[in-house]
């Protein structure tokens, strides 16, 4: 794996956590250590982000979030969406392709050329730097951000561009680490360089629902496509207070612009 930046100078910095809905204790990385900002020389990206490994790993994360939004696309084809943070677009172009023709990503320009050699062939991908997003360009049926939150310094302002993206009968999935499964109930740091912070569930449907959505579902799901049946009982076991953490670690909240 390549190394993440560790400087930050003239880099956003987070807003305090309880802006966020976190706990006031709670320690976020500095910034976000995800962003690529610069086109390298000669425009070949070869130690950012999007290197192989995480390339790879990004057909299987968040698999359960995108069937989601399949079973939605299934009850009405070829609704258009939106994917914020679509990465290299394989999951888009596994789940989502076969149902709807009209698929939008946006994302970092290192991601770009993945997407358009590993995404759905008739996908459009847009460049954009999420920390400070442009004004949506259009309205969509359903849009999807999955675990890209976590990632951004100050996560408004792409909550912002996705509710301009809305119309009145817009879906949204949004997805994050559900803090307490995957860290444990007492966590009050993140300890992982690439996520600026992690909310446990209740933090999260609570700043989501400041900035303008009304939740309507939320679920509980592994974070990669292993599967829900085999991993139950130890979900249940978290539950219960016997383990200290869960496999289902992904929080996801289906909503609608409020």
Not at 236 to 248: K, N, V
Request: proline share 8%; glycine share 6%; charged share 30%.
């Amino acid at each position: 794996m390549s190394a993440l930046p560790v400087s930050t100078r003239g880099v956003p910095q987070p807003p305090a956590p309880e802006v966020l809905g976190l706990p006031a204790d709670y320690r976020q990385q500095p910034a976000n250590f995800s962003f690529d900002p610069a086109r390298p020389r000669g425009g070949q990206w070869k130690n950012s982000y999007w290197h192989e490994e995480r390339a790879d790993m990004s057909g299987r994360y968040q698999w359960h979030v995108y069937d989601w939004a399949a079973s939605i696309l299934r009850a009405r084809p070829g609704l258009s969406l939106l994917d914020v943070g679509c990465g290299t677009g394989r999951k888009l172009k596994a789940l989502i392709a076969p149902l709807t023709d009209d698929i939008e990503g946006i994302d970092q320009a290192s991601a770009l050329a993945r997407f358009r050699a590993e995404g759905p062939a008739e996908g459009r991908v847009r460049e954009a730097d999420l920390d400070a997003p442009p004004r949506a360009w259009r309205t969509f049926d359903l849009i999807l951000c999955a675990d890209v939150l976590e990632h951004l310094a100050d996560p408004r302002p792409a909550l912002r561009m996705i509710r301009e993206a809305c119309h009145s009968r817009t879906v949204v999935l949004l997805s994050t680490p559900d803090r307490d499964r995957l860290r444990g109930r007492d966590c009050r740091a993140c300890a992982k360089p690439e996520h600026v912070r992690e909310w446990a569930s209740s933090e999260f449907r609570r700043f989501v629902r400041g900035c303008g959505f009304r939740v309507l579902r939320r679920r509980f799901v592994t974070q990669t496509d292993a599967g829900l049946a085999e991993t139950m009982e130890a979900e249940l076991a978290w539950r219960r207070g016997e383990a200290p953490t869960s496999p289902w670690a992904c929080c996801a909240l289906l909503c609608r612009p409020a």
